[in-house]
């Protein structure tokens, strides 16, 4: 690794994070005559993060907010959502089914999109030179009218080279929308994200390759509790390719998550697929979800640590 200078930009405001806050953001500041550039740490090529976004009556407000028309293209994505269900599993016993449940009425639109889609809208609406990936946060400091924030950049040269350079941004205004492990609120405010002793395995699959397990409706998100386990399964269609599914555990031991790391981008995506699979052996009432797992591309099937 060669670590070279790197330039000095000066710009309005300076959102750090692509994700769906960021580019949200930058969309809606854009659409005011604010120009607001983005540094997001990922490369330009987006890949499938394994799950969906449910946008209903409140989302779709928002992205109205932020420009007309952009929540119909990102429906457009993905698919309508009309019913929610959820069902208690208990061995030995017959299903309950929680008619509780609030239900969406004619009027209300809910959709559901996959992720990938869903940020992909939201960067297609922004001038791409405002836009700067693999700009990873370092830190900032309170200079005269604004605030300056060093970026490392990685330039990857070949498989075993990368140089870093160093870019400094000046901006009247930083904004860290990096997440839970936000870099900036760590500046800022100090704190740490509160562990919630919970794994997730979670991933979206082509539709066509689960369709026979009858997994949810395209048209319904499922939920399947276990009490006696603790765990919850989760399924719906986010568009006409792909279904995701989602498996959730306790782990107030944390010995699951000593196992594994929380970086998408990390080895060991084999061991993910293995490590769900080796959770689901055996375990009768889990069987087409083990199919679904098992149909699942292993580079798209993420683990997490919850926090918030
Ligand atoms: C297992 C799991 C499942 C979830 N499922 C759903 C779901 O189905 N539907 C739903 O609505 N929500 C879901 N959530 C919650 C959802 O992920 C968050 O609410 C949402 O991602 C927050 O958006 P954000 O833009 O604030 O942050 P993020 O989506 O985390 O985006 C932050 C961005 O900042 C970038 N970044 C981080 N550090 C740096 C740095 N130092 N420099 C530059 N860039 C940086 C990251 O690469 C990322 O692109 C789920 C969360 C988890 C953990």
Known sequence: MRELGGMTMEVDVAIVGGGMGGLALAVGLQERGIKAHVFEKSPKERKHFGTGISIGQNGIQALEGIKPGLSQKMESEGQRTRQFTARIRVQGEPEKVFTQLPQLTESEVMFTVAWKGALETL?????????????????????????????????????????VETNVVKAKLLVGADGVWSGVRKLVVGDEPRDLCLVTWLSVVRTERIRSLNLNDDDEIRFIVYPATKTGVITCSCGPEYTHWQYRVPDESRELMKSFTSDFNAHGKEARKMRILKQLEGVEELQNLKTAVERSESHLVREDRNFD
């Open 123 to 163: 960067a297609d609406e922004l001038d791409p030179s405002v836009v700067h990936y693999r700009h990873s946060f370092v830190d900032y400091k309170l200079v005269e009218e604004g605030v300056e924030s060093r970026f490392e950049v990685r330039i990857e040269q070949d498989s075993d080279a990368c140089t």
